[in-house]
């Protein structure tokens, strides 16, 4: 059985790391989904070193664990004078590693609507990025909002990274009760159950959408 005593003994630590990671979850969200739609654009935009710097990113960031970018921010960053605190290091590194994700979804959407927009948008006198911003990403955006949305959940899964570089985060301040408690599964359950109290809504919002937008198409 749980020891509820330990939640209750040490629930506001639990609430601190709790609004800690949803601080970072969402700062990072906005900022992946921004990173994420600027380097889908580059990746199919018509100019090559646009492409080619896009298409690095992408194969570079996805391919290494967050834990490495994370380091870089909070112990290599320091090395040439730039000092950032363990929950800055951690929320950029997850925006960084969250958009070379997005990125994949949202070029995929822009590829899946038909070319002959980009051309009818071009001929009407609109500027190629104009017609993107206005014609092609809505539609691309809504295309893939499931998978943009699985992303996000996986965002807030992988800010438990932020535990290991001192992040203030759910991860952290279960470590801290741990510490003082000498008690190990009964801390971590309840960090996970408060991990579920973000996830489980997200997942049954990104179903709702996935359906909704099954039913309008």
């Known amino acids: 059985m749980l020891d509820f005593s330990i939640l209750i003994d040490n ?5 601190e790391g709790f609004k ?3 601080m970072s979850s969402i700062i990072a969200l906005i900022g992946s989904f921004i990173i994420g739609v600027i380097v889908a654009v580059m990746r199919i935009a018509p100019i090559k070193p646009l492409n080619w710097i896009g298409s690095v990113y992408v194969e570079f960031i996805r391919n290494i664990p967050l834990l490495i970018i994370a380091f870089f921010f909070y112990i290599g960053l ?8 363990g929950f800055v290091a951690g929320t950029i590194a997850l ?16 590829q899946s609507v038909p070319k002959g927009q980009m051309e009818a948008a ?15 990403l809505p539609q691309a955006i809504k295309i893939v909002i ?17 535990g290991m570089i001192a992040g203030l985060d759910l ?6 009760v741990s510490s003082h ?3 190990t599964f009964d801390v971590y359950i309840f960090v996970a159950i408060f991990y579920l109290v973000l996830t489980i809504p997200l997942s049954l919002g990104v179903g709702y959408l996935e359906k909704r937008l099954a039913r309008s198409h």
């Open 11 to 15: 629930l506001d630590t639990y609430l």
């Open 171 to 176: 991860m952290y301040f279960g470590d801290l």
């Open 78 to 85: 320091p090395s040439i004078g730039v000092t950032l605190s």
């Open 181 to 183: 408690t000498f008690v």
């Open 122 to 136: 071009r001929s009407s006198g609109l500027t190629y990025l104009q017609a993107m911003r206005v014609i092609i």
């Open 95 to 110: 925006a960084i590693y969250t958009a070379s994700f997005i990125a994949e979804a949202i070029r995929a959407g822009i």
């Open 146 to 162: 499931p998978p943009i949305g699985n992303q996000f959940i996986n965002l807030v899964k992988n800010s438990a990274i932020l």
């Open 20 to 22: 800690n990671t949803v």
